[in-house]
């Protein structure tokens, strides 16, 4: 299987950044198009990308290759796919040994997955895993995630008869570009977000996140612990070893 480099981060702390950083390294596959940029370091072509994401956060890029787009890690699609196993057997696996033929480099991948739940998948990887506190990563989450679309089509591996797209589809009828955090305000509310509910909002962050950090700080073999604001030259290291 190809080799994988997965940046793994909290939501918000910079991970794309850091993973077009390293993308930039010759053992490392870019996935150059236009809708990324034809370069890792091409963040001007934002402006013209069709990738919804990118249009609020520059950085961001999808899995784009030659023969299609790769799958995400599981914690971009569990509401599709409820059992992580299946998914990466079923899914994931195949669909990834499909796409990544004649890649020689390394692939870069951006994950919210811990580092354990990747090694456990990803035997040989080398995992880059962002920790920040969770007042700081809360603080990023509302200023950037927050507003992403909160309707996800992947139709490259969710069949049109999925459940959660359904149900997706359905709150689409009733706030055509909803994001997360509107999703979430409708889960607990049954309304789409307001202002009114910003601080219940931070402090159910708050909490979910204290939790994972706990778990992200834990030592996982073959994995380095890095800032928002990082020491390149240990990563550069950590790479190449």
Not at 27 to 45: I, M, Q, R
Not at 129 to 136: L, Q, R, T
Not at 140 to 145: D, E, I, L, R
Request: one cysteine or more; a positive charge.
């Amino acid at each position: 299987m190809t080799k994988i480099i997965f940046v793994s981060f909290e939501p918000g702390t910079r991970g794309h950044h850091i993973a077009r950083v390293v993308a930039a390294l010759p053992h490392v596959y870019w996935y150059s198009h236009t809708d990324n940029g034809v370069h890792p370091w091409n963040l001007a072509s934002a402006k013209d990308t069709t990738i919804r994401q990118r249009k609020q956060f520059h950085n961001h890029f999808d899995r784009i290759v030659p023969l299609g787009k790769l799958p995400p890690t599981w914690d971009y699609v569990h509401r599709f796919f409820p059992k992580e196993d299946e998914y990466y057997n079923n899914i994931f696996f195949p669909k990834f040994n499909e796409l990544t033929q004649g890649i020689g480099q390394s692939l870069i991948y951006c994950s919210h997955s811990l580092p354990a739940t990747l090694r456990n998948y990803f035997p040989d990887s080398k995992i880059l895993n962002i920790v920040e506190s969770a007042d700081v990563t809360v603080d990023k989450y509302t200023s950037t995630t927050a507003h992403f679309p909160g309707y996800v089509r992947a139709a490259e591996i969710v069949p049109e008869d999925n459940s959660w797209l359904q149900y997706s589809k359905r709150l689409s009828f009733l706030k055509k570009d909803y994001t997360i955090a509107d999703l979430w305000a409708w889960e607990n509310y049954y309304r789409f977000y307001e202002k009114d509910m910003a601080e219940k909002y931070r402090a159910y962050l708050l909490e979910k996140y204290e939790k994972k950090i706990e778990q992200r700080r834990l030592p996982v073999n073959n994995v380095l612990q890095i800032r928002m604001q990082p020491d390149w030259r240990s990563i550069k290291d950590f790479l190449l070893d």
